[in-house]
């Protein structure tokens, strides 16, 4: 079965690899990689790494792509494991006629053509007529190396010199116009060249080759920048600029960075930020998150910070949200006013732009600031459209359980946000305000044995973890300082070594991790309903914010003198940095505090 390559590329690049393997391997993360026991020989410590086009065991040697472990992991022949992935990536085998065939070597010829022209821009640049171009390159604060990395070129200033140079070298006139690079005449007008008068920038595929080029005019002309047309080689929502340097890059541990234009790339990679690549012209598409996920499971995605700007981010959130999954997310940053990543490496240095990305938020933070843009909070009317919009938002997420994560982070945020006086009742001076009263907790009966009861809040503290893990980033450290002996103290020592490494706290992941290290008896233990029912603060459906505070009244009751410690640094990070986590976890913290004040619960559970 003779295929173009081609069309093998084409099928490597929208088939993730990590999807087709973990279906007959249980991959675990591995760094950037992935890493599980090799199906081709027996094994109990993992040498099969998965990377991000191909396959290697360490152990028996066996390596290959996609196809390859179809063929060796089913004993399916060339074209039936072709034939499943094609199927699974939406893709038509194409039929071997003469006319395909002569398609395959018109699209290679085309590569060779590219080159050409990437080659005669390239040395016009540093001849006479391209001066003002290189002088152009040099104040933008591009050294030779990286003019000399990119490929950067200059077109010449007039129409017809690529046609002739090329002539020189038998590439006819309908090859220049099928790859892009000149445009057909109307009526009697010849065809002419596409670019002149421009800055001439490669676009290269995700393999290095030369696909199509961008070009930017020096001068008060329009359009600034120019990108090749579609061809047989180049599809511009299928490609992102400097892809292939992106590449190794993040193999080499770069944070893979989306930002907008040409210069902004090539001056982050110069500043050492080689993970940055950007889409050509137009939004982001779902084939370029795509490939932007192969890249790295947590992309950041950089911003103007203008109204131009959060549109551009709510537009690829919401494009986003139906493809996100446990791994497989994004995180949002947000430039200075008036500032882009060129001129904000040129005027504060490489750590100006690494605070922008030390300051991204993953989406999931993003996504109600983004969707709250423009909403009227006074109007019943308004907020109960907002509500819906954001359980809407939620509801788009495949991953039924991040669906559920997203519509619990949603509603906290969007209680949290109602307008104070509605929120709060004044306490007396000094104190924290109160809450507003919701639905009771859900309390066992108190137990009489002092020994006995201490057990049991521990238990019911642990329980709740089990069902709540994504509480550790906020209770981990409480959490340690207890002292917790025999199977709660197993227990709690493994789930604070789970949530230290694990890539997103889900319940169901935990409960697993316990399973697979052998304490599936103390998980189920805990989550058992003797000797005393679970309180509500456990069970699966309860709200995040009554989950946490259940929490920490449960910890109060065995720890009373360190719970008034974590309620006064609460308010004294609330008093500097009043945003919506910090508040929601004092509320938390107070409901407790204030409850066990009161004595609204009693001595053996919340």
Not at 434 to 439: A, H, I, M
Not at 556 to 574: D, H, I, Q, T
Request: hydrophobic share 45%.
């Amino acid at each position: 079965m003779a295929l173009p390559p081609g069309f093998l590329d084409e099928l490597r690049a929208r088939t993730p690899l990590q999807a087709v393997i973990g279906r007959r391997v249980r991959l675990t993360k591995s760094g950037r990689n992935w890493k599980g026991c090799c199906p081709f020989h027996g094994e109990k410590t993992p040498s099969f790494y998965v990377y991000e086009d191909h396959f290697h065991c360490f152990g028996c040697g066996v390596h290959g792509d996609a196809v390859s472990f179809v063929m060796q992991s089913q004993g399916a022949s060339f074209p039936e494991a072709v034939n499943q992935l094609a199927a699974e990536a939406g893709l038509d085998v194409p039929k071997p006629t003469p006319q395909a065939a002569e398609a395959e070597r018109r699209r290679l010829d085309l590569h060779g053509v590219l080159e050409a022209a990437a080659a005669a821009y390239r040395r016009r640049l540093f001849l006479p007529e391209g001066a003002r171009a290189l002088a152009y390159l040099r104040g933008r604060g591009l050294s030779e190396e990286t003019i000399a990395a990119f490929g950067l070129g200059w077109s010449g200033e007039g129409r017809g010199a690529l046609a002739a140079e090329l002539a020189r070298e038998e590439v006819p006139q309908a090859m220049l116009l099928a790859a892009g690079l000149m445009r057909p005449g109307d009526g009697d007008r010849p065809a002419y060249d596409l670019f002149f008068n421009r800055v001439m920038f490669p676009i290269r595929d995700r393999q290095g080759r030369t696909i199509s080029f961008g070009g930017r005019i020096l001068g008060d002309g329009q359009p600034k920048y120019v990108n090749g047309p579609e061809t047989d080689v180049f599809s511009k929502r299928r490609t992102l600029f400097a892809l292939d340097r992106a590449r190794e890059g993040a193999r080499g541990g770069a944070a893979v960075t989306v930002v907008e234009g040409y210069m902004d790339v090539i001056a982050l990679h110069q500043a050492g930020f080689t993970g940055a690549v950007a889409p050509l012209g137009t939004a982001l598409t779902e084939e370029q998150l795509t490939l932007l996920w192969r890249l790295s499971p947590m992309p950041t995605l950089c911003f103007d910070g203008d109204g131009a700007g959060a549109r551009a981010a709510a537009r690829t959130v919401e494009l986003a949200l139906p493809h996100l999954t446990p791994g497989q997310s994004l995180r949002l940053a947000t430039l200075p006013a008036g500032e882009d990543p060129d001129s904000l490496v040129r005027r504060n240095g490489p750590a100006g732009f690494q605070a922008v990305l030390d300051a991204a938020r993953p989406i999931g933070e993003a996504l109600f600031d983004l969707m709250h843009e423009g909403v009227n909070d006074v109007s019943p009317e308004s907020r109960a459209a907002f509500r819906t919009r954001l359980m809407e938002a939620a509801a788009r997420i495949a991953d039924k359980g991040l669906s559920a994560e997203y519509r619990s982070l949603l509603m906290d945020r969007f209680y949290a946000s109602r307008p104070r006086p509605a929120r709060f009742e004044q306490g007396r001076r000094g104190e924290a305000p109160k809450p507003r009263g919701g639905r009771p907790l859900s309390v066992p009966r108190p137990v009489p044995q002092p020994a006995v009861a201490a057990a049991e809040r521990a238990r019911q503290l642990v329980a709740i973890l089990l069902r709540h893990p994504r509480l550790l980033h906020d209770v981990e450290e409480a959490f340690g300082s207890l002292a917790l002996s025999g199977w709660l103290g197993r227990l709690r020592d493994a789930i604070l070594q789970w949530g230290s490494a694990a890539d997103h706290l889900d319940s169901e992941a935990l409960i697993t991790h316990l399973h697979a290290i052998g304490l599936a008896a103390e998980a189920a233990q805990a989550l058992s309903a003797v000797p005393q029912p679970l309180t509500g603060c456990a069970a699966p459906d309860a709200m995040p914010a009554e989950a946490e505070a259940g929490w920490w009244h449960f910890f109060g009751l065995m720890n009373p003198v360190r719970l008034e410690e974590e309620v006064a640094v609460a308010m004294a990070e609330f008093a500097r940095h009043a945003d919506s986590a910090v508040e929601r976890r004092l509320i938390a913290l107070c409901a407790a505090r204030n409850a066990l004040r009161q004595g609204d619960m009693d001595s053996g559970g919340a």
